[in-house]
DNA sequence: AATGCTTACAACCGCACCTTT
DNA sequence: CAAAGGTGCGGTTGTAAGCAT
């Protein structure tokens, strides 16, 4: 359903994410957050864009984002916000938990290409347009709900049901990912993902391998534990003023420490 | 079974805005 | 204050899958 992917005159694969792709920037964000869109793709071992990484997190891998049909109350909303605030599709998507700017923007075409023939017919039996069905009738067309290819509803109101099984489906999913080497280590714990998505730099981590003084763990302990390591190493926050907190590396300092975190891991893993 | 049409949606592009230097 | 770089948004495109004929 998307480009096959291709490798452009600058070296820069686009199209098609593949699974190899998606593992390697979940688990890049997952562990490091996204500090930079423009380098991310080089750390991570991508060869893309980081605008194409940043869509491909933002729309598609990021936790939480919901895949599926709309429910109607879903779909509801989007009509109420788009006759209020109309093509600020990032705006009504913070109305809706999970849904997309994208998603939101794919769907509404594809309710007004439905509209829009709803009306044409409407037209031709002598109805005036806006007499034309409401969304709430196009949708009942569509019964039942088709969540995911697997899963259809016939009661709307087993919906709230369905969406907590699925997001236990993908927790289960994720844990059952192999474990990957290196950067690629995929995160089991999903809880721990609320602090790559708050403030990077300040959130608490839960464990620092790089500060030798609070954690005994062994690197080989840390690749193969669920833990994030969201922290330069205090090794090279000199400029460290709190012996409580980690300074926010500068630009050329935090790219050094990335490239010898790889060197470390290569080398461990060799 | 083959062909053409429609639908759904992932992904790209260009632009505007914001932040940093 | 201006320039440069990064980010986010909205519009658009391309294509696989599904459906109709």
Redesign the pocket.
Known sequence: ????SFV?KDGI?????SEEEDSKLRAYIQRFG??????LPKYAGLV?????C???W???LKPGVK???YSKEEADLIIELHAKLG?????IAEKLPGRT???I???W??YL??LS?RNAASTDNKQHPCEASPLTSILKEEQPYQIS?HVTVQDESALNDIVVAESSSLHDFENSLPPLNDVNCVASDSTCLDSVEGNFWTEPCPINYFDQSSSELSYAELLSSNSYVLSPPRWLAEDVSSSDAVAEP??NLWTEFLDKLIQNMESNLT
């Open positions: 359903m998307v480009k096959p452009d694969k686009k199209g098609a994410w996204h500090w930079n869109w423009c380098l893309r864009s980081g605008k194409s940043r869509l491909r933002v729309n598609y895949r599926g049909n093509n600020k599709w990032s705006a700017d994208n998603d923007k794919n769907y075409h594809t290409k439905k023939r290819p500068q630009g």
